[in-house]
């Protein structure tokens, strides 16, 4: 397993993957994960099974003037192959995303899931917890189902 930061020469097998997310909802122009990618203080990360790409998460570091002017991190579009479920390769995925939001001297990390329980079993296996805040959304787009 190699964990890395991704980047545009990844972009086929990327578009590949959020498909695993999204199904048929529209995604972006192949420039728009180029966009991604050299975004300051964004990292796409993954995880690649031999040469296919198994999982990705995206991490924004985002700065702050609260927690000492510390910055904070959102974590977007978590993914696995299908094929790949089940595997582990999730779990590295976000580890590596959590040893890089405290790398970055990251005072939290935030992230929205469903509401299934497998999805909200798998981040809290990983210390994330749901006592603190409430996470809430307002969109212009209609919810994935």
Not at 79 to 104: K, N, S, Y
């Amino acid at each position: 397993m190699t964990v890395r930061a991704l980047t545009a020469g990844d972009t086929e097998q990327v578009m590949e993957l959020y498909r695993h997310l999204v199904d048929d909802a529209p995604l972006g122009a192949d420039e728009a994960f180029a966009g991604v990618v050299t975004h300051t203080g964004t990292t796409v990360l993954g995880v690649f099974s031999d040469t296919t790409l198994a999982a990705m998460a995206t991490l924004h570091i985002l700065p702050n003037v609260t927690q000492g002017g510390r910055p904070y991190a959102l974590v977007e579009n978590v993914v696995t192959h299908r094929d790949h479920r089940g595997t582990g390769q999730g779990g590295r995925v976000m580890q590596a995303v959590i040893d890089a939001a405290w790398e970055a001297d990251c005072y939290k990390i935030m992230l929205l899931t469903g509401r299934t329980a497998e999805a909200r079993g798998f981040y809290e296996k990983l210390g994330f917890g749901a006592d603190e805040k409430w996470g809430m959304t307002i969109r212009r787009a209609p919810v994935r189902r």
